[in-house]
Structure formats: structure tokens, C-alpha cells
């Protein structure tokens, strides 16, 4: 055999195992493996589409948390102002109770 037949020889092996043929039962066994990779082609598109579909919705939801966590930390902040302002009022009345007790007492 020549190279070239040594060449053509593994190439319609190849493609007999990789369709899945032997050549007593496939004529077209090339046309086969064609079809297989068309196939599995369409089907990872589909894969990269849902995957690209998910991905952007796991982004709006992604943005939609930051802005969650923003508001949480504004209301946090407040609620910190608040006990500030609670405390200092707390502590105001208490200062002036000791004044009208003293003041009483006189």
C-alpha cells in the first residue's frame, strides 16, 4: 500500500468507528458523522443560548441585590442616627429631671 491508501484507508475507519458503522452495513458513513455533528452542534447552540439566558438573569437579579444592600445599609445608618438622637434625648431628660429635683428641693 501507498501512503496515500494508508491515508484513506485510516481516514474510513475512523469515520466507520466513529459513526458507529462498519462498511458491509454503511454506504454514507461520512454523510452520517456529518448529520451527528450537525446535530450536536444545533444542540450545544441551544446550551449557549439557555446558558447566556440565565446568565443575564442571574445579572439583573445580581442588581437587584446590590440595590437591596444599599437600602439595608441606608436603613442601618438611620437606625444608628436614631439610637443617637434616642440616647441624647434620653440623656437630656435625665439632666434636666436632676435640675427640677434640685430646683424642687429649694
Request: proline share 0%; with cysteine.
Amino acid at each position: 500500500m501507498s501512503g496515500v491508501e494508508d491515508i484513506s484507508s485510516n481516514v474510513h475507519r475512523l469515520v466507520e468507528l466513529t459513526s458507529g458503522m462498519n462498511a458491509s452495513t454503511a454506504t454514507d458513513s461520512m454523510s452520517t458523522v456529518l448529520d451527528k455533528c450537525t446535530v450536536v452542534l444545533e444542540e450545544l447552540r441551544t446550551i449557549q443560548i439557555l446558558t447566556e439566558t440565565h446568565s443575564e438573569g442571574l445579572s439583573d437579579q445580581l442588581k437587584q441585590m446590590e440595590n437591596s444592600i444599599q437600602e439595608i445599609g441606608s436603613l442601618f445608618d438611620r437606625i444608628d442616627q436614631l439610637n443617637d438622637f434616642v440616647q441624647k434625648a434620653k440623656s437630656d431628660l435625665d439632666k434636666l429631671e436632676k435640675l427640677y429635683n434640685v430646683v424642687d428641693r429649694q
